[in-house]
C-alpha cells in the first residue's frame, strides 16, 4: 500500500546522523573470512521483527512511518526499507527467522527491543500519528538527552520515535 508522502508526518524529516562517522578500521565483520567469503558491508543496517500478520505489518510500516515494499516473496516474509534501515518481517514458525531453535523456543512478537526514527517534532508526530490511529506503549517521556514516545506495530513491536534536546 503506498501512500501519498504528505499523509506521512515522518516523511519530511531528514535522516542524518547526529555526528559525523570515520571510516572504520577493519574488524572480524569486515576482514576475510576463513576460506572464501568476506562480511559484506554496505552501510544498511538491518533488523528482524517477528510479526502475527506480515500483510498487516506491510501496511503498518507503509503507512505511519514511510517504509518502502523491497520483496514480498512469500505471505509470511517481508522486507522493507527506510533510508538505510532495512526491516525484515517474519512469521512464527515459518522461513528462517520465524523456526524454533535448538531448545524447542519459537520466536514471537514484542518485547522492549526496538528500533529508532529520530524527528524533528515529536509532540507533533504523536499527535498526528495518534489521530491516524496509531497505537503508542506510552506517552511522550522526557529524559535527559532527548524525549522519546514508543510506537507498536499490530504485533506490539515497539519503535522509538526520538527528538534530540536542542
Given at each position: 500500500?503506498?501512500?501519498?508522502?504528505?499523509?506521512?508526518?515522518?516523511a519530511?524529516?531528514?535522516?542524518?546522523?547526529?555526528?559525523?562517522l570515520?571510516?572504520?578500521?577493519?574488524?572480524?565483520?569486515?576482514?576475510?573470512?576463513?576460506?572464501?567469503?568476506?562480511m559484506?558491508?554496505?552501510?544498511?543496517?538491518?533488523?528482524?521483527?517477528?510479526?502475527?500478520?506480515?500483510?498487516?505489518a506491510?501496511?503498518?510500516?507503509?503507512e505511519?512511518?514511510g517504509?518502502e515494499?523491497?520483496?514480498h516473496?512469500?505471505?509470511?516474509?517481508?522486507?522493507?526499507?527506510?533510508?538505510?534501515l532495512?526491516?525484515?518481517?517474519?512469521q512464527?514458525?515459518?522461513?528462517?527467522?520465524?523456526?524454533a531453535?535448538?531448545?524447542?523456543?519459537?520466536?514471537k512478537?514484542?518485547?522492549?527491543?526496538?528500533?529508532?526514527?529520530?524527528v524533528?517534532?515529536?509532540?507533533?508526530?504523536?499527535k498526528?500519528?495518534?489521530?491516524?490511529?496509531?497505537?503508542?506503549?506510552?506517552?511522550?517521556?522526557?529524559?535527559?538527552?532527548?524525549?522519546?514516545a514508543?510506537?507498536?506495530?499490530?504485533?506490539?513491536?515497539?519503535?522509538?520515535l526520538f527528538?534530540?534536546?536542542?
Amino acid at each position: 500500500m503506498q501512500t501519498d508522502d504528505s499523509d506521512n508526518p515522518l516523511a519530511s524529516v531528514p535522516l542524518e546522523p547526529v555526528q559525523e562517522l570515520k571510516e572504520a578500521e577493519p574488524t572480524p565483520l569486515t576482514k576475510p573470512l576463513s576460506g572464501n567469503g568476506t562480511m559484506h558491508n554496505d552501510g544498511t543496517v538491518s533488523i528482524r521483527y517477528i510479526v502475527d500478520d506480515v500483510g498487516e505489518a506491510i501496511a503498518f510500516y507503509q503507512e505511519f512511518l514511510g517504509f518502502e515494499l523491497v520483496m514480498h516473496p512469500a505471505p509470511p516474509f517481508a522486507i522493507l526499507s527506510l533510508g538505510n534501515l532495512r526491516l525484515l518481517l517474519s512469521q512464527p514458525g515459518s522461513g528462517g527467522g520465524g523456526r524454533a531453535m535448538l531448545d524447542g523456543s519459537s520466536p514471537k512478537p514484542g518485547g522492549w527491543d526496538r528500533f529508532q526514527i529520530t524527528v524533528n517534532d515529536l509532540r507533533s508526530s504523536y499527535k498526528t500519528l495518534k489521530e491516524k490511529g496509531a497505537r503508542f506503549k506510552s506517552d511522550i517521556i522526557e529524559g535527559i538527552g532527548g524525549d522519546q514516545a514508543l510506537l507498536q506495530d499490530p504485533s506490539g513491536n515497539l519503535v522509538e520515535l526520538f527528538e534530540l534536546k536542542k
